[in-house]
């Protein structure tokens, strides 16, 4: 798997200063859970094994020992109560950061998250608040399988009441967490797992990066891929190689998927009259598929010079063995060859 | 195992009488109008439960919550709900407690503390063992009343939510309203225990099975189950045993009960219990319960003249609410 080095990108942070530090995504995470903390009691932590152990990823590690057990709560195996407890005490004047060790096993608390936390305010005819962030890893590449793997992003997306947010770089890891923190709605929050190691540059003053607003991690006149979590870095890779061959592709990270910034995506889709949607959900349903929608719905469908291009995952759950694993996913050379494809169509 | 409660001043034995009656005289209307086909959707009637309901609700204090079940109006009521908002709410009324958009299963009154009733059984519980842990780390004194049904007590969301509240010791007090019956499964066929109560031994905490339709027996045990959970105890389990004279909801034929069954329990009804009690000791006499009966029977009908004459929702704000 190749991963590019993020690029610094002007619309990612409001109101910070210049100057910037190298941390990786997993740091940056950390980081803003700790801001967070300092600056607001209301802020805590719980989930599985997110304090001496410092989470199955060790984004956490290091806070238990800052803020203590009571604001950093281990949590037993119980999904459905560790997302209803966050989704309780939100609607009762905390602030709290539930964390999910995988997104598969959010599937345990599906009740909680869709039929309550989602659902609460708008069923008391707008009387409550449930400002509770629900993290998780999702996605494939690290070798766990079909029950560790998944990318149900387009799940929540689906769900009025919830915002859904998929950071692909360390500034937007940092940047939308303390914006999702700050949010008055529920928040699915979604890291992907190969991504934690993964270092890029932050700002050093605090910040935040509002839901919905896109980012255009690299501009181009040629194409547009529309790439979601990883898939961002794998397209700005495949950019690198096309613009090798003076094809330069516009590269566009919608980071939330609710809210959508449909206006950025139309934009560039308008701008270069080809557009590749890439994420690793199968496609059947995948949110590439709303993308798509919206921009052939959209004045852009005028200005379209090809079929739009949907690059997904295989159809099946995700694979054990390692070269399996990385065919059920878009890799850099399919999103590469994708874009030669959509080059080559001609308008009728 | 509980302590004895305070005994009661007559001025509150009277007012959870009036409450009783309230919520009887508000379900028969409810149901007078699903019959007459003024109401739509469905509902949940709670004839019958009323003692649970004002027993245990009135020994909580201002500031602190419930969460309450599909069967919920006793609940809200007993909570202090104003019925007119209620009738509004069911009547889907923009001057309803959720602007019509909830309807009867989901009645709230967040400034009450009423975190609403709930159309996922057990759905409430993970939410309750939250609100504990919200009022522990504020260091309120406040707790969370989570009450749930028999059926719940099946969900696994049981398990996790009175498991979390028991390791953490929340100010959370789990009550089951066991009125025997999920939908048309009865106790009997869906568990091995004789009691729902018997499961606290599960997790570590007290529990207890009372009558639930002797209301001072549910406020005598849910007294001291409060009075743990606020001194830092941690959660207990209360079971009241109930019965509920109507269907499930408006499509139920009871063909799972006999009629027997139900006049059996009917002659258990805990209001007339409650009634009598008090004449027996003097402290009200036949013309007063009276009184009070046709009392609630008027705030009734001046609720539903409220809703009636209330606005419906504006269709052009069809989109308000889903986002603060």
């Known amino acids: 798997m190749t991963i590019s080095q993020p690029q610094t990108r002007g619309t990612t942070t409001a109101g910070a200063s210049e100057a910037t530090q190298q941390m990786t995504y997993g740091e940056a995470i950390r980081r803003a859970l700790r801001e967070e903390m300092l600056s607001d009691p209301r802020v805590f932590l719980m989930g599985e094994d997110i304090g001496i152990y410092g989470g199955a990823f060790g984004v956490t590690k290091g806070l238990l020992e800052e803020f203590g057990e009571e604001r950093v709560r281990d949590t037993p195996i119980s999904e459905q109560a560790i997302a209803g407890c966050a989704i309780g005490a939100a609607l009762s004047g905390m602030r709290p950061v539930a964390e999910f060790q995988f997104s598969d096993f959010m599937t345990l608390a599906m009740d909680q998250i869709v039929n309550q936390g989602a659902k609460l305010r708008f069923m008391f005819g707008g009387k409550a608040q449930v400002p509770v962030v629900f993290r998780a890893p999702l996605g494939s590449g690290a070798g766990l399988a079909a029950q560790h793997s998944q990318s149900l992003e387009a799940w929540f997306a689906h769900v009025p009441g919830l915002k859904v947010a998929l950071p692909s770089t360390p500034a937007d890891a940092y940047g939308l967490l303390r914006a999702a923190i700050h949010e008055p709605n529920p928040v699915i929050f979604l890291e992907h797992k190969a991504l934690y190691r993964v270092p890029g540059m932050v700002p050093v003053a605090a910040c935040e990066t509002p839901l919905g607003k896109a980012a255009v991690a690299r501009e181009g006149k040629h194409l547009t891929i529309i790439a979601l979590s990883i898939m961002v870095q794998r397209a700005l890779a495949a950019a690198e190689r096309l613009a090798k061959e003076g094809i330069e592709a516009e590269v566009i990270d919608p980071r939330t998927l609710r809210p959508l910034d449909e206006e950025t995506l139309v934009a560039s889709a308008r701008k270069t009259g080809r557009v590749l949607i890439v994420h690793e959900a199968v496609l059947t349903g995948g949110f590439g598929g709303e993308i798509a929608a919206r921009i052939a719905a959209s004045e852009a469908f005028y200005y379209l010079d090809a079929p739009i291009i949907r690059l997904g995952g295989a159809e099946i759950p995700i694979p054990y063995q390692v070269e399996l694993e990385k065919r059920a996913v878009p890799q850099e050379e399919d999103i590469f060859q994708a874009a030669h494809l959509l080059l080559q169509q001609k308008p009728a | ?324």
């Not at chain 2, 503390?113 to 004194?141: D, F, W, Y």
């Not at chain 2, 045993?241 to 009960?257: F, M, P, V």
């Not at chain 2, 009908?301 to 809703?307: G, K, L, S, T, V």
Request: aromatic share 8%; proline share 3%.
């Open chain 2, 1 to 324: 195992m509980f302590e004895q409660p305070p005994e009661l001043p007559l001025a509150q034995s009277l007012s959870m009488l009036r409450t009783m009656y309230l919520i009887r005289a508000f379900e028969e209307k409810v149901d007078e109008l699903f019959m007459r086909g003024e109401m739509h959707g469905t509902t949940h009637l709670s004839i019958g439960q009323e003692g649970t309901a004002v027993g245990a609700i009135s020994a909580l204090k201002s500031g602190d919550f419930i969460t309450s079940t599909h069967r919920g109006h006793g609940h809200c009521i007993a909570r202090g709900a104003d019925i007119r908002l209620m009738m509004a709410e069911l009547l889907g009324k923009e001057t309803g407690y959720c602007r019509g958009r909830g309807g009867s299963m989901h009645i709230a009154d967040v400034e009450m503390g009423n975190l609403g009733a709930n159309g996922i059984v057990a759905g409430g519980m993970p939410i309750a063992t939250g609100v504990g842990l919200s009022m522990k780390m504020q260091r309120r004194e406040n707790i969370c009343l989570c009450i749930f049904g028999d059926g719940a007590a099946n969900e696994g969301a049981f398990h996790e939510s009175i498991n979390l509240a028991a390791i953490w010791d929340l100010p959370v007090v789990f009550l089951c309203e066991n009125n025997q019956y999920g939908m048309s499964m009865s106790t009997r066929r869906a568990m091995r225990n004789e009691t729902v109560a018997q499961r606290a031994a599960a997790y570590g905490i007290p529990g207890e099975r009372v009558d639930g339709n002797n209301v001072l027996a549910i406020y005598a045990a849910v007294s001291a189950a409060v009075q743990r959970a606020r001194t830092g105890q941690g959660p207990s389990l209360i079971e009241g045993l109930t019965y509920r004279y109507k269907g499930h909801a408006k499509s139920d034929q009871n063909l799972y009960r006999s009629r027997g069954e139900i006049r059996e329990w009917q002659k258990r009804d805990p209001i007339q219990y409650f009634a009598n009690l008090l004449i027996s000791e003097g402290k009200l006499d036949q013309a007063g319960a009276k009184q009070e009966e046709a009392a609630a029977y008027a705030a009734v009908e001046e609720a539903y003249q409220f809703a009636l004459s209330s606005p419906d929702p504006a269709p052009e704000t069809l989109l308000e609410g889903v986002y603060a």
